[in-house]
């Protein structure tokens, strides 16, 4: 079995399929009845979940089979006791109350990272057709419907994968930022932070597409006080990293993985261009 290579197009699309496969399979299940589990830290999780999840790492070790895998479902029943210096880190559904409450922002994310670093990314928005990886140091995205029929072409789809556009963060807006924020987590810290800056608009959003919105120039800053898991993260931040963003916690330490001894939690951060 090869290496993860984060600069191979075939590594990349690859890892761009399964989540296309895990977006498919979500979007059965959006457009029927959820039923819906809570996990024991309290969190919701649905079929589309853990079947997406299932989708990701059957492919990963079928190419990839000597690469640790950390996804968040599989972590429910708790986490490895030493974390490798190269890994994939998996979050099938990010946005899973979006999922549940029949909104379009929910992603599926694949992240790899490398010595502590996010070096790879794929994040699929399928309710918004929208695909968005790394590939080389650069970001790109395209527009993909779960019930295209490329998705289970793998001909058509490295086709297609390849002539991608580019995307770069813009330059800070004279006029003011546009600030991305959670739609259930706009905290008083955050309040306190955005009086530091000029504020055009505060747009709401859930799930990794945040970092998205940064790195495609729709938005400019997105700052978190609030807790996530290293695996709601690392594929959006290697996506906005690629693109020519920044992702560093409070105190300007650039946000790492790997963080066992917290239990892959992260520090508050904030994301900008």
Same mark, same amino acid.
């Given at each position: 079995? =090869?290496?993860?290579?984060?600069?191979?197009?075939?590594?990349?699309? +690859?890892?761009?399929?399964?989540?296309?496969?895990?977006?498919?399979?979500?979007?059965?299940?959006?457009?029927?009845?959820?039923?819906?589990?809570?996990?024991?830290?309290?969190?919701?999780?649905?079929?589309?979940?853990?079947?997406?999840?299932?989708?990701?790492?059957?492919?990963?070790?079928?190419? +990839?089979? &000597?690469?640790?895998?950390?996804?968040?479902?599989?972590?429910?029943?708790? %986490?490895?006791?030493?974390?490798?210096?190269?890994?994939?880190?998996?979050?099938?559904?990010?946005? *899973? &109350?979006?999922?549940?409450?029949?909104?379009?922002?929910?992603?599926?994310?694949?992240?790899?990272?490398?010595? /502590?670093?996010?070096?790879?990314?794929?994040?699929?928005?399928?309710?918004?057709?929208?695909?968005?990886? *790394?590939?080389?140091?650069?970001?790109?995205?395209?527009?993909?419907?779960?019930?295209? &029929?490329?998705?289970? !072409?793998?001909?058509?789809?490295?086709?297609?994968?390849?002539? @991608?556009?580019?995307?770069?963060?813009?330059?800070? =807006?004279?006029?003011? %930022?546009?600030?991305?924020?959670?739609?259930?987590?706009?905290?008083? !810290?955050?309040?306190?932070? %955005?009086? /530091?800056?000029?504020?055009?608009?505060?747009?709401?959003?859930?799930?990794?597409?945040?970092?998205?919105?940064?790195?495609?120039?729709?938005?400019?800053?997105?700052?978190?006080?609030?807790?996530?898991?290293?695996?709601?993260? @690392?594929? @959006?931040?290697?996506? %906005?990293?690629? @693109?020519?963003?920044?992702?560093?916690?409070?105190?300007?330490?650039?946000?790492?993985?790997?963080?066992?001894?917290?239990?892959?939690?992260?520090?508050?951060?904030?994301?900008?261009?």
């Amino acid at each position: 079995m =090869p290496d993860f290579d984060s600069s191979n197009p075939n590594h990349i699309y +690859f890892l761009c399929s399964l989540a296309l496969k895990a977006g498919k399979n979500a979007m059965v299940h959006f457009h029927n009845d959820i039923d819906v589990e809570t996990k024991s830290n309290n969190s919701p999780v649905t079929i589309a979940d853990r079947e997406g999840e299932e989708i990701i790492i059957r492919g990963i070790k079928s190419q +990839f089979s &000597k690469i640790q895998i950390i996804g968040e479902e599989s972590s429910e029943n708790g %986490l490895p006791d030493r974390i490798e210096d190269k890994f994939f880190l998996l979050d099938p559904l990010d946005g *899973t &109350k979006e999922f549940i409450n029949k909104r379009t922002d929910f992603t599926v994310n694949i992240g790899f990272i490398d010595k /502590s670093a996010p070096v790879s990314g794929i994040v699929y928005a399928p309710a918004l057709n929208r695909l968005f990886f *790394t590939l080389d140091n650069k970001a790109y995205e395209t527009n993909i419907a779960p019930d295209d &029929k490329i998705i289970d !072409d793998i001909d058509a789809l490295f086709s297609t994968l390849s002539k @991608a556009k580019e995307i770069r963060v813009r330059p800070k =807006p004279d006029d003011g %930022l546009v600030v991305v924020a959670s739609r259930s987590h706009l905290s008083p !810290d955050t309040e306190a932070f %955005l009086k /530091s800056f000029t504020v055009k608009e505060i747009v709401s959003a859930g799930s990794s597409l945040k970092f998205c919105l940064l790195a495609t120039g729709e938005a400019d800053i997105y700052p978190r006080h609030g807790r996530t898991m290293e695996w709601d993260t @690392a594929a @959006a931040h290697a996506l %906005l990293c690629a @693109a020519g963003g920044i992702v560093h916690d409070i105190d300007g330490t650039i946000l790492s993985y790997g963080k066992i001894a917290r239990g892959l939690d992260n520090p508050y951060f904030i994301a900008s261009t």
